[in-house]
Antibody, heavy 113, light 109 residues
């Protein structure tokens, strides 16, 4: 079954970091970039960047450069997104996506003191 | 900048709704647009891609088109289950980023 399975909900304090995982299955993991998109409560979709699974190279949206790290583990077909220096504005659902056609179920991040 | 969608559209049961998405030469006009449907608490679902193509399993009631830098999604024979948020998206070559519209909340009256 073609799917992206993300890690569970996280609760973090301001200033902390969080690392979300996304495990791909059912397709050639190496053949598709993986994107991360987030959605704040009641808001639209915001693209964060992509990772090339072959090279590990990344392309991050301007607003996330310096605060987001994307990595991958080709042995397990898993990508990771680490977000540092969290603030309450980072409270959102985080999605991984293989382009428009395949999305993870989302990971809820709550940032609160 | 992202893509521009009206925040809300309302239409009657069994009627036709047309959702619009305004972009520019860097995204919709030259890269094409996709449409996504999202229900609360769920990830987006692809309805159309490359302006007009429909993935397998998507109802023929959903059809997409593009004219210049504006993409449109037409939903015919509206049903209560069509009430959802609809997003357009496109790759933006100027920003080197995947951009989204702000979303349109469709209400079926």
């Amino acid at each position: 079954q073609v799917q992206l399975l993300q890690s569970g909900a996280e609760v973090e304090k301001p200033g902390a970091s969080v690392k979300v995982s996304c495990k791909a299955s059912g397709y050639n993991f190496m053949a598709h970039y993986m994107h991360w998109i987030r959605q704040a409560p009641g808001h639209g979709l915001e693209w964060m960047g992509w990772i090339n699974p072959i090279t590990g190279g990344t392309n991050l949206a301007q607003g996330f450069q310096g605060r987001v790290t994307m990595t991958r583990d080709t042995a397990t077909s898993t990508v990771y997104m680490e977000l540092k220096r969290l603030t309450s504005d980072d409270s959102a659902v985080y999605f991984c996506a293989r382009g428009e056609d395949l999305w993870g179920q989302g990971t809820l991040l709550s940032v609160s003191s | 900048a992202g893509l521009t969608q009206p925040p809300s559209v309302s239409q009657g049961l069994k009627e036709t709704a047309t959702l619009t998405c305004a972009g520019d030469i860097n995204n919709v006009a030259n890269q094409g647009a996709a449409w996504l449907q999202q229900f609360p608490g769920h990830p987006p679902k692809l309805l159309s891609y490359r302006n007009t193509s429909r993935p397998s399993g998507i109802s023929e009631r959903f059809s997409a088109s593009r004219s210049g830098s504006t993409a449109s999604l037409t939903i015919t024979g509206l049903q209560p289950e069509d009430e959802a948020d609809y997003y357009c998206s496109a790759w933006d070559t100027g920003l080197n980023a995947w951009v989204f519209g702000g979303g349109t909340r469709l209400t079926v009256l």
